[in-house]
């Protein structure tokens, strides 16, 4: 079973950073290999597409909601697809998911993870 895990959410404080993971479980996906996508969903709200980065060339669509402050990247030494988000606020508490888009980062999400919780307090 293909299955991606997500790591380093956490409680913090507005303006601070933090640094998500999203790495596969299992020897079935290798994420190096994979367009990723991170996902959002606050509660209440409908899930939103963060950004994604594609296998081809490492390119990276970020929303324009979080453009100057959330960065996506690939670190293949660690096979991990990584969400750096700086000057976090209060609205971007939510759970952060990734998933993988076998067509494309224009394309569908296939494979998810369960999610991290991310919870920024003023």
């Known amino acids: 079973q293909v299955l991606l895990v997500e790591s380093g959410g956490g409680l913090v404080h507005a303006g601070e950073s933090l640094t998500l993971s999203c790495a596969a479980s299992g020897f079935t996906l290798d994420v190096n290999d994979e367009h990723i996508a991170w996902f959002r969903q606050a509660p209440g709200k409908e899930r939103e597409e963060v950004g994604c980065?594609?296998?081809?060339?490492?390119?990276?669509y970020v929303a324009a909601s979080v453009k100057d402050r959330f960065t996506i990247s690939r670190d293949k030494a660690k096979s991990t697809v990584n969400l750096l988000m700086n000057s976090l606020k209060r609205e971007d508490t939510a759970v952060y998911s990734c998933?993988?888009?076998?067509?494309?980062?224009?394309?569908?999400?296939?494979?998810w993870g369960q999610g991290t919780q991310v919870t920024v307090s003023s």
């Open positions: 998933a993988n888009k076998p067509r494309g980062c224009k394309g569908r999400p296939l494979y």
């Open positions: 980065i594609s296998r081809i060339d490492d390119r990276t």
